[in-house]
């Protein structure tokens, strides 16, 4: 089963729209969505969470359409962070505490209480008087305490410091344990998304360019730095993007399978992957 | 929906201290427009509730949990309702302690409690889905005709009472009827202007 499955999801709005987007996140994976901001990745969690309607397509989250009046129930199932928390200011997590009893069947207070604990969150202060990697860990807290089997993140991660982030990520692997736990995380920080995730989905300008696993992609693409005269001497398609190397040469990312036995090539990252599909989607 | 009522409610603790007080006062001063006026402004409790919503853009965090669009309005009205019955029992046992510690101030009438809750009802359903259509930055202009509102209920109710108070025929079951019609009416409309932000 997948545990999302947009298909041709089309949503405008004045100046931006989101154009045919199909993605699917099997069960049991971490899918991590890459874009520039403005690319549609907030609208996209948006849409599949049904606080939008696409204006074609569909959304389908754990088997249940996210239009349908049954979604509501399966909102227990999914754990959100989004890109600030927005929990009213006047409360403390404690007071969030009892809002979410009362909002969520499989509530543990337990769970939120050790979650608190482990991010060292204040008890008693007010929400207005955290600072952001706090509110973001209280979100965090909240999303993990009510038993969810998929975790929608957006930009979870920023906004804490690198001790913190590296703690969180550990506590979205181990979620991820679980054989039918799903992840869908949303990152400018692609170093976290390479650590983490099992796919990772490309939006430009309100289109997927790529969701491809991530281990493939990484075996798909190499980065070769060499004159201009070499790059031009590839066959069609196997330059993906280049961009000048600072020493008068070039440096490219090329298809593996395109590329002549014997050439030099170092082994990307995600971050050099993803950045050069942007510029070479800037250049056409 | 008990989820959100307690959100309010800590949300505005705070106001509700303060309007506390301003019950307790209102109800010290002789005359039924003060006392109307204090159950009529616990109407105005889900505005405020509201604005601290819009504020902390509650609303993009309750589209991502199980709250219908229904109970998230539902819950505003229940809120006032809530509000308008603390703050109409509130008054009624404040001027019946002050009647009898005090010889000379009259004791609590109930039609014109009745009837201010039965008022306080039809503002939060003129004026709520307003609040929902526009939000509360835009909605300025409903402010001012929940503040005339206000006004004007607690002054009409003042009037009715020096008139010698609301009789037991018809107006004391027009308002509740009207007040139960409208009601009606108005949590629907909000619940669709509320559904309209999903498209």
Known sequence: MNAIELSHV??????????????????????????ENGAGKSTTIRLLMGALRPDSGSCTVLGTDAASPEFLSVKEDIGVVLDEAYFPESLNALQVGSVM????????????????????????????????????????????????????????????????????????????????????????????????CDYIAFLHKGRLLLCEEKDRLLEEYAVFTGTADQADSLQDGAVAAREPNGYGGVRCLVRRELMPAGWDLEKPTVEDVVLFLVKGAKEQ | MSAL???????????????????????????????????????????????????????????????????????????????????AAASFVLQTVLAAVWPGAEGPSVPVILLSVCVAVCILDITLPMMFRFGVEKARLAMFLIIFLVCAGAGAISVIDQSGGPDFGFQMWAPPAVAVVMTAVSVPLSVRFYGRRRR
């Open chain 1, 10 to 35: 089309t949503k405008r709005f004045p100046g931006f729209a989101l154009q045919d987007l199909s993605l699917t996140v099997p069960s049991g994976t971490i899918c991590g969505l890459v874009g």
């Open chain 1, 101 to 196: 009893a009362r909002t969520y069947r499989r509530w543990d207070s337990s769970q939120y209480q050790s979650c608190l604990t482990r991010f060292a969150l204040p008890e008693k202060k007010q929400f207005k008087d955290f600072s952001r990697g706090m509110k973001m860990k209280l979100a965090i807290a909240v999303a993990l305490s009510h038993s969810p089997r998929l975790l929608v993140l957006d930009e979870a991660t920023a906004g804490l410091d690198p001790f913190v982030r590296d703690e969180v990520l550990e506590i979205f692997n181990e979620f991820t344990r679980e054989e039918d736990h799903s992840i869908l995380i949303s990152s400018h920080i692609l170093s976290d998304l390479e650590k983490l």
């Open chain 2, 5 to 87: 009522i307690l959100k309010d409610y800590y949300v505005i603790f705070r106001q509700m201290r303060i309007f506390l007080l301003l019950v307790l006062v209102f109800s010290c001063i002789p005359g039924a427009f003060y006392s109307t006026f204090a159950v009529v402004y616990a109407s105005m409790l889900p505005y405020t509730a509201l604005a601290y919503d819009e504020r902390s853009h509650w609303d993009q965090m309750a589209a991502m949990m199980p709250y219908s669009d229904r109970d998230l309005v539902l819950s505003k009205y229940v809120f006032g309702w809530l509000s308008t019955a603390a703050a």
